[in-house]
Nanobody, 123 residues
Framework: QVQLVESGGGLVQAGGSLRLSCAAS????????MGWFRQAPGKEREFVAA????????RYADSVKGRFTISRDNAENSVNLQMNSLRLEDTAVYYC????????????????WGQGTQVTVSS
């Protein structure tokens, strides 16, 4: 079992930065790939970024490449999403998820999800 709790969301001006964190409970955290997803009002949830259990594998949505960075600390059971150069269209609820592989995470069928944290980018 893995429980996930996101934090770090908030209101930021366009061009600014935010750092989201996801704290995980459970002794098997280091064996899971981790991912970030987001859902904007009126839109479907979409993939943002994922990282393999070792941290060696990374994947990003085209819309965030070069602006967002995912990282993890297996000793601290946490995964982070550094978001720079934020745009209005980045406004959404951001969720973290745990899955066996990055490929499974991108299908959004993982069992473990956090409750989400709101990110609002203003002009």
């Amino acid at each position: 079992q893995v429980q996930l709790v996101e934090s770090g969301g908030g209101l930021v001006q366009a061009g600014g930065s935010l750092r989201l964190s996801c704290a995980a409970s459970g002794r098997t955290f280091s064996s899971y790939a981790m991912g970030w997803f987001r859902q904007a009002p009126g839109k479907e949830r979409e993939f943002v970024a994922a990282i393999s259990w070792s941290g060696a594998g990374l994947r990003y949505a085209d819309s965030v490449k070069g602006r967002f960075t995912i990282s993890r600390d297996n000793a601290e059971n946490s995964v982070n999403l550094q978001m720079n150069s934020l745009r209005l269209e980045d406004t959404a609820v951001y969720y973290c998820a745990a899955g066996p592989t990055i490929a499974v995470l991108t299908t959004q069928t993982s069992r473990y999800w956090g409750q989400g944290t709101q990110v609002t980018v203003s002009s």
